[in-house]
């Protein structure tokens, strides 16, 4: 499956944004999808992740209550709703999807299919 994230942009603290990531060439309800993010001079972290029918989350400790992972598998398209946007949220966003739709699966390596990233960086 092929995945296309977009949504980022220029924001300020305290502000919102919704990435989405779209899927093409599979049938994307067998995948299990995630979100994760890489600031400049850091290592790919994991975000959030949604199991293949929506019926599970799961949300990083620094991101939680304040993102929202969901997706529409009629329109083959995961979300990340983005509140209260803090300076350190700042990253190149990047979805993923994988083929284990259950656990709490973190690690970058459990993901198969990778988006191209969509940047989300604050104003002063």
């Known amino acids: 499956v092929q995945l296309q994230a977009s949504g980022g942009g220029l924001v300020q603290a305290g502000g919102s944004l919704r990435l989405s990531c779209a899927a093409s060439?599979?049938?994307?309800?067998?995948?299990?999808a995630g979100w994760f993010r890489q600031a400049p001079g850091k290592q790919r972290e994991f975000v959030a992740r949604?199991?293949?029918?929506?019926?599970?989350?799961y949300h990083a400790d620094s991101v939680k209550g304040r993102f929202t992972i969901s997706r529409d598998n009629a329109k083959n398209t995961v979300y990340l709703q983005m509140n209260s946007l803090k300076p350190e949220d700042t990253a190149v966003y990047y979805c993923?999807?994988?083929?284990?739709?259950?656990?709490?699966?973190?690690?970058?390596?459990?993901?198969?299919?990778w988006g191209q990233g969509t940047l989300v960086t604050f104003s002063s």
């Open positions: 060439g599979g049938t994307f309800s067998n995948y299990a």
């Open positions: 993923a999807a994988d083929q284990v739709s259950l656990g709490r699966r973190t690690r970058t390596t459990y993901y198969t299919s």
């Open positions: 949604i199991t293949r029918a929506g019926g599970s989350t």
